[in-house]
T-cell receptor
Framework: NAGVTQTPKFQVLKTGQSMTLQCAQD?????MYWYRQDPGMGLRLIYY???????DKGEVPNGYNVSRLNKREFSLRLESAAPSQTSVYFC?????????????FGPGTRLLVL | DAKTTQPNSMESNEEEPVHLPCNHS???????IHWYRQLPSQGPEYVIH???SNVNNRMASLAIAEDRKSSTLILHRATLRDAAVYYC????????????FGKGTRLHILP
């Protein structure tokens, strides 16, 4: 099993450009999450999907949209990138719904917005 | 704000035990204590979790104070590969409660 995979690994954008970060898991998990991590900081929750077909806002949702394409895939879209969105983005999944579940993280996408 | 308090950094010698403390004085009766660690340039990985009793697994041990207001992650024999940021997190059974990652403790292992 690959676990949680994320693409791309690195990306450089200009201000105003759009892009979609992809996340997939092969563990048949129900819930998926997107976090961002700024330098020297902990992770902050952007959006999550408790189950296929549902999405909810986390702590810092502004400037992002998400799509739970199917049970395996959860994408994060930046419609008009801003320098403040320069960060490392992590996707995670849990077997069942609920933050008390153990989270399995992907390797991250490093995004630089110029 | 994070519900837990951890030291910013700690150092330990290789092959020595390491005790990483965490304070969570506002913990509720149904909150679990989770520990994750993040190796350099990687995503966080699960280490251990517990509710009331001490827990052991192949990676570490978790010692929980009797009043549950603090806990300690114990690495029994640190290796250089254990150098990472360790996060202590409270998780609630309430499905609407989000988890909050603080800044964690950066553990340095000295050879």
């Amino acid at each position: 099993n690959a676990g949680v995979t994320q693409t791309p690994k690195f990306q450089v954008l200009k201000t105003g450009q759009s892009m979609t970060l992809q996340c997939a898991q092969d563990m048949n998990h129900n819930s998926m999450y997107w976090y961002r991590q700024d330098p020297g900081m902990g992770l902050r929750l952007i959006y999550y999907s408790a189950s296929e077909g549902t999405t909810d806002k986390g702590e810092v949702p502004n400037g992002y949209n998400v799509s739970r394409l199917n049970k395996r895939e959860f994408s994060l879209r930046l419609e008009s990138a801003a320098p403040s969105q320069t960060s490392v983005y992590f996707c995670a999944s849990t077997p069942l719904q609920g933050f008390q579940e153990t989270q399995y993280f992907g390797p991250g996408t490093r995004l630089l917005v110029l | 704000d994070a519900k837990t308090t951890q030291p910013n950094s700690m150092e330990s010698n290789e092959e020595e035990p390491v005790h990483l403390p965490c304070n969570h004085s506002t913990i509720s009766g149904t909150d679990y204590i989770h520990w994750y660690r993040q190796l350099p340039s990687q995503g966080p990985e699960y280490v251990i979790h517990g509710l009331t009793s001490n827990v052991n697994n192949r990676m570490a041990s978790l010692a929980i104070a009797e009043d549950r207001k603090s806990s300690t992650l114990i690495l029994h024999r640190a290796t250089l590969r254990d150098a990472a940021v360790y996060y202590c997190i409270l998780t609630s059974r309430n499905r609407d409660d989000k988890i909050i990652f603080g800044k964690g403790t950066r553990l340095h292992i000295l050879p």
